[in-house]
């Protein structure tokens, strides 16, 4: 189901964002007039609107696209993907510490629980042109390609009682809870979410170690 038109409608578009640091663009008024699911994005020092492009997977897989063509792809309610950002996310996922499915997603366990966490990564990573190139072209200048970095990390899910949260459009009595997660290069980050019994409403996570971090909250949920 395409619910906003997109160039491909479920592809991931690739389009720098840097001009948009620094700048507030998400506007209450605007989110509560629109008819489509919509989230508040937090990036880089900005703040955007994003609105609900496509929904898979019975509603598991959302993905939200803001103004500068920036996508989001939230799955069970986390980070899962990114496009168009310095700095992409390919895939996250989590898994059992055994190696196994989860029964439930992650974030939606039981305080206390572990599990393990995968990120793919797409960093942007200054190559050489080869020596025949830069002798046609008559210049030495470098191209900056992906390159694809996988990081694995032991995750623990800590969570409070429910209390007031206030959201863009709403305030929820929403459970806070930390994932701290133990990187198998030493490192050890730190995630927030706000949930209630079936949904994450609200997020800030950094992607990987010394990784782009992204802040969300629903603002019109689907």
């Known amino acids: 189901m395409c619910l906003v038109t997109l160039a491909g409608c479920g592809q991931m578009v690739s389009r720098s964002l840097g001009d948009a640091i620094g700048k507030d663009d998400f506007d209450a008024a605007r989110a509560s007039e629109l008819p489509y699911a919509s989230l508040k994005l937090n990036h880089a020092n900005s703040t955007a609107l994003v609105v609900l492009a496509t929904l898979e997977r019975n509603g598991r897989v959302a993905r939200f696209e803001s103004r500068d063509r920036g996508i989001i792809e939230l ?9 168009g950002f310095a700095r992409d996310i390919a895939d996250r996922r989590e898994q059992s510490t055994t190696g196994r499915a989860l029964a439930r997603p992650a974030w939606l366990m039981d305080s206390g629980t572990t599990y393990r966490v995968s990120v793919s990564a797409l960093t942007p990573h200054p190559r050489q042109l080869e020596r025949q190139d830069a002798a046609s072209t008559g210049s030495q200048r470098q191209d ?3 390159v694809m970095q996988v990081h694995e990390a032991n995750a623990r899910l800590e969570c409070e009682a ?27 980050t730190h995630n927030e979410l ?8 609200a997020a800030d996570m950094t992607a990987w170690p010394d990784g782009p971090r992204f802040g969300w909250e629903i603002a019109k949920a689907w």
């Open 75 to 83: 799955r069970d309610g986390v980070l899962s993907a990114t496009s």
């Open 144 to 146: 900056n390609v992906a």
């Open 162 to 188: 429910p209390a007031p949260h206030q959201l863009p459009l709403a305030e929820l009595n929403l459970s806070h809870c930390t994932e701290t997660l133990n990187w198998d290069d030493g490192r050890t």
């Open 194 to 201: 706000w949930r209630d019994e079936t949904r994450v409403w």
